[in-house]
């Protein structure tokens, strides 16, 4: 797969997820053979204004890219602004999230609100082309709800401002995270756009991503959640059943989360995300629990070296 002219070595991609997908997680993810990861979603006024909590979560190393950053916003001009600036940083694709259905973001127009407002979505992803050389993609839902699946007329309206890539995760605005998720309407989108198409939403193997792609003929498979806690869904072996091999994937993480943070500041995420390693396996539960009452980031270390 490619997207525009940057070459990916591995069809299946790490989503963005707010919260998680971190530097750490990114680099630990490509290291597992992700093709592209996402940074979570950064505001284009954080940018513009250069606070610092955003400028940090623009932060990559060469050794993860490609990588792709993704940005949010709904004013066309703030979005070509913070486009410019991320043009200037070790950056290999700019994403544009139409599909966040956070009430936080929906509610100043941003994320998949802008699925109901096609002419101001198409005068942000031209905006945010015109404004950098970098290829850009968009990622969308299949629209706002049952009653207006506007993703195939809406992909094709991305392409034609600009976008080299589009991503679709197979749900509306209204569904959430929840329901099943429409696969046709993301077949469509692929036999409407003449980009490459990521197909998103529930996939929890590799094998189940090749054969998402077969099915609708899609170009990428995007995996969010099963990828927490679990790096080996980016390899055809899958999520090992032993938990020394889960430990070991746990002890990869936290050395890679000691080289590039600050971890005791963000002990409760740690904890969080080295709680998921242990999920569904037996064993798992006093694992989690130790993990769960570490009182600092050496703590977690030492139960994962032990
Ligand atoms: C905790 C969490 C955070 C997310 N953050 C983002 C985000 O920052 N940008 C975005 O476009 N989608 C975000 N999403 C949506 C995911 O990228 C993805 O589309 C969705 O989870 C469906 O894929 P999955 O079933 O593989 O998780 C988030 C989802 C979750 C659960």
């Known amino acids: 797969m490619q997207i525009k002219s940057i070459p990916l070595a591995s069809p299946l991609i790490l989503a963005p997820l707010a919260g998680y997908t971190d530097l750490p997680?990114?680099?630990?993810?490509?290291q597992f053979g992700a093709g592209l990861c996402y940074t979570e979603m950064i505001s284009c006024h954080g940018l513009v204004y250069q606070k610092e909590k955003t400028l940090r979560m623009t932060r990559t190393i060469?050794?993860?890219?490609?990588?792709?950053?993704?940005?949010f916003g709904s004013d066309p001009n703030m979005m070509g602004q913070a486009a410019a600036l991320v043009s200037d940083m070790q950056v290999d694709i700019i994403d544009i999230n139409m599909g966040c259905p956070v009430r936080k973001v929906t509610k100043k127009g941003s994320g998949a609100a802008l699925m109901k407002d096609s002419r101001l979505a198409a005068k942000i992803i031209s905006e945010v082309?015109?404004?950098?050389?970098?290829?850009?993609?968009?990622?969308?839902?299949?629209?706002?709800?049952?009653?207006?699946?506007?993703?195939?007329?809406f992909a094709k309206m991305a392409e034609d401002n600009g976008a080299s890539a589009i991503a679709v995760h197979g749900r509306t605005w209204s569904q959430g995270f929840g329901g099943q998720v429409d696969w046709q309407t993301i077949s469509q989108v692929k036999k409407n756009v003449s980009i490459p198409v990521i197909g998103n939403g529930d996939v929890d193997?590799?094998?189940?991503?090749?054969?998402?792609?077969?099915?609708?003929g899609c170009d990428g498979i995007m995996i969010g959640r099963a990828a927490l806690g679990n790096p080996w869904v980016f390899t055809p072996e899958g999520i090992p059943t032993s938990l020394v091999k889960r430990m070991a994937g746990l002890r990869r993480h936290l050395e890679i989360i000691r080289k590039f943070s600050n971890p005791d500041k963000t002990l409760a995420k740690i904890r969080n995300q080295a709680g998921r390693y242990f999920k569904g396996i037996a064993g798992g539960s006093s694992i989690?629990?130790?993990?769960?009452?570490?009182?600092?980031?050496?703590?977690?270390?030492?139960l994962s070296a032990s």
Not at 62 to 71: D, F
Not at 130 to 145: A, S
Not at 205 to 216: G, H, N, Q, R, V
């Open 288 to 302: 989690r629990r130790q993990i769960y009452q570490a009182r600092s980031f050496n703590e977690i270390l030492e």
């Open 205 to 216: 193997t590799y094998d189940a991503a090749i054969l998402a792609m077969e099915k609708t």
């Open 129 to 153: 082309c015109k404004n950098t050389t970098l290829p850009v993609t968009v990622k969308i839902r299949t629209g706002w709800n049952h009653d207006s699946i506007v993703a195939p007329e």
């Open 62 to 71: 060469s050794e993860e890219r490609p990588v792709a950053l993704q940005l």
């Open 25 to 30: 997680f990114r680099i630990l993810c490509r």
